[in-house]
């Protein structure tokens, strides 16, 4: 440690963005690209507490499939430990941790809880720390700083800084990449502001968004997917008021954004550790200031109750057509919370296969790019690797994987028996191919 941190509080801040060394506190979607691409012409130590994702890293596979062989050989300056001890050399630290919502629908900071927990003891004068993870207004500061300050005995501030830049990675996105996507920046104070600014100007090529606090950052990411989400949900409940009344949805939906400003949005089901997630972060906000968020709460309702519907009507045309006879084999085809994706959190298609599975038929789900053992071992279902033609009474198109694209309606059909259901939830292909689409 340099004399100079001693003498001048913010020496820290006044280095040359280029020069320092950076730890990536979680190695998913969203640390392992910041890792890679900082790893391109500077130090960079990845640290994530699960060993066997070290392993996987360190032999140069990403089983979320975000990053390749070439990514990796292009971060010659990246390394990856699960060591914490390796991080003493960083100075900067950026914090990619998850923040789920639990049984009731709360927040969950356990993870970021004990990332804050060890990087106090990490943590020297002069650090930066700055975190991704999205949270509610307020928590970078009042939550992860005290944690910091209690475990180091720094000060906020003065000793050290914060910073908040929310990710906004989309998964299984190729056309828009980690540096294709502007990137808010923030600080715990101006000149923190201006150094975390500066040090994600370096990769971001669409440019970065400096706001004026941390609590605005945070903010802006919350309702980033609150707004899709109210918005699907209200597509959703238009579903299914016209599937009530006998009209095609996408139709309507065809027809009524043949003006300027209606917003395309379609239905289907809600999941992932995003949207589904994040606006119970705000609401929580909301409830402790007193305020009840009626309409964000009555869109998390109806889009959690989704999975529930798609069984229900698939259900009522197996009665209808009286299938039992035929088979009470259900095939679901995709289990990831969206295409292209192998990430199944929060995947609302589970919500689907159990409610079948209540009914009392019998369910094989087949999904070309999900993890089988991670699957089985969070859901307890056994994907089946091959599909066998004129077996299943029903298939659920649950998830548009380009796979299931490339297979077409016809292939797909041919999965079932005699007489069999179609229900396109994505409405991937046209509405004369299937018999039920949202």
């Given at each position: 440690?340099?004399?100079?941190?001693?003498?001048?509080?913010?020496?820290?801040?006044?280095?040359?963005?280029?020069?320092?060394?950076?730890?990536?506190?979680?190695?998913?979607?969203?640390?392992?690209?910041?890792?890679?691409?900082?790893?391109?012409?500077?130090?960079?130590?990845?640290?994530?507490?699960?060993?066997?994702?070290?392993?996987?890293?360190?032999?140069?596979?990403?089983?979320?499939?975000?990053i390749s062989d070439t990514d990796f050989a292009s971060a010659p300056f990246c390394s990856f430990t699960s060591n914490k001890h390796d991080l003493l050399v960083c100075d900067v630290f950026i914090v990619t941790v998850p923040t789920p919502v639990d049984k009731n629908k709360e927040p969950d900071l356990n993870a970021?809880?004990?990332?804050?927990?060890?990087?106090?003891?990490?943590?020297?004068?002069?650090?930066?720390?700055?975190?991704?993870?999205?949270?509610?207004?307020?928590?970078?500061?009042?939550?992860?700083?005290?944690?910091?300050?209690?475990?180091?005995?720094?000060?906020?501030?003065?000793?050290?800084?914060?910073?908040?830049?929310?990710?906004?990675?989309?998964?299984?996105?190729?056309?828009?990449?980690?540096?294709?996507?502007?990137?808010?920046?923030?600080?715990?104070?101006?000149?923190?502001?201006?150094?975390?600014?500066?040090?994600?100007?370096?990769?971001?090529?669409?440019?970065?968004?400096?706001?004026?606090?941390?609590?605005?950052?945070?903010?802006?990411?919350?309702?980033?997917?609150?707004?899709?989400?109210?918005?699907?949900?209200?597509?959703?409940?238009?579903?299914?008021?016209?599937?009530?009344?006998?009209?095609?949805?996408?139709?309507?939906?065809?027809?009524?954004?043949?003006?300027?400003?209606?917003?395309?949005?379609?239905?289907?089901?809600?999941?992932?550790?995003?949207?589904?997630?994040?606006?119970?972060?705000?609401?929580?906000?909301?409830?402790?200031?007193?305020?009840?968020?009626?309409?964000?709460?009555?869109?998390?309702?109806?889009?959690?109750?989704?999975?529930?519907?798609?069984?229900?009507?698939?259900?009522?045309?197996?009665?209808?057509?009286?299938?039992?006879?035929?088979?009470?084999?259900?095939?679901?085809?995709?289990?990831?919370?969206?295409?292209?994706?192998?990430?199944?959190?929060?995947?609302?298609?589970?919500?689907?296969?159990?409610?079948?599975?209540?009914?009392?038929?019998?369910?094989?789900?087949?999904?070309?790019?999900?993890?089988?053992?991670?699957?089985?071992?969070?859901?307890?279902?056994?994907?089946?690797?091959?599909?066998?033609?004129?077996?299943?009474?029903?298939?659920?198109?649950?998830?548009?994987?380009?796979?299931?694209?490339?297979?077409?309606?016809?292939?797909?059909?041919?999965?079932?028996?005699?007489?069999?259901?179609?229900?396109?939830?994505?409405?991937?292909?046209?509405?004369?191919?299937?018999?039920?689409?949202?």
């Open positions: 440690m340099s004399f100079e941190k001693f003498m001048d509080p913010l020496a820290g801040l006044k280095r040359n963005v280029s020069e320092v060394n950076i730890g990536i506190i979680g190695l998913g979607y969203v640390g392992l690209p910041l890792a890679i691409e900082f790893g391109k012409t500077q130090r960079v130590v990845g640290f994530d507490v699960n060993e066997s994702r070290i392993s996987e890293l360190l032999s140069c596979f990403d089983k979320t499939k975000e970021l809880r004990e990332a804050s927990k060890m990087l106090s003891s990490v943590i020297s004068r002069g650090s930066i720390v700055i975190y991704e993870s999205t949270v509610y207004p307020g928590l970078t500061e009042e939550f992860c700083g005290p944690i910091l300050e209690n475990g180091s005995n720094l000060i906020l501030n003065q000793d050290f800084y914060l910073g908040y830049s929310p990710e906004r990675v989309n998964p299984g996105d190729s056309n828009r990449r980690l540096t294709d996507i502007v990137k808010i920046t923030s600080g715990s104070s101006r000149e923190a502001a201006i150094f975390v600014d500066n040090l994600y100007s370096q990769i971001i090529k669409a440019g970065t968004y400096k706001v004026s606090s941390i609590k605005i950052a945070e903010a802006a990411k919350v309702i980033e997917n609150t707004q899709r989400d109210v918005n699907i949900a209200l597509i959703n409940e238009l579903a299914i008021i016209f599937n009530s009344l006998n009209i095609d949805t996408h139709e309507v939906l065809e027809a009524a954004g043949t003006k300027w400003n209606f917003l395309p949005f379609s239905p289907g089901l809600v999941g992932g550790h995003c949207i589904g997630v994040d606006p119970y972060y705000i609401t929580h906000k909301a409830q402790q200031a007193g305020y009840e968020p009626d309409i964000i709460l009555a869109g998390r309702r109806l889009n959690d109750s989704m999975g529930d519907y798609i069984a229900r009507q698939l259900f009522k045309e197996y009665s209808h057509r009286n299938l039992i006879e035929v088979s009470k084999k259900i095939l679901i085809l995709g289990v990831t919370f969206k295409e292209n994706c192998p990430d199944i959190r929060n995947s609302k298609v589970f919500d689907v296969v159990n409610k079948l599975k209540v009914y009392g038929l019998d369910i094989d789900c087949y999904d070309p790019i999900a993890d089988s053992s991670e699957v089985f071992s969070h859901q307890g279902i056994k994907l089946i690797d091959e599909v066998p033609s004129d077996t299943y009474a029903g298939i659920v198109l649950a998830v548009g994987h380009k796979q299931f694209i490339a297979m077409g309606h016809q292939k797909i059909r041919a999965f079932g028996a005699a007489n069999s259901i179609l229900f396109d939830v994505k409405s991937l292909f046209d509405r004369s191919f299937s018999d039920i689409r949202l």
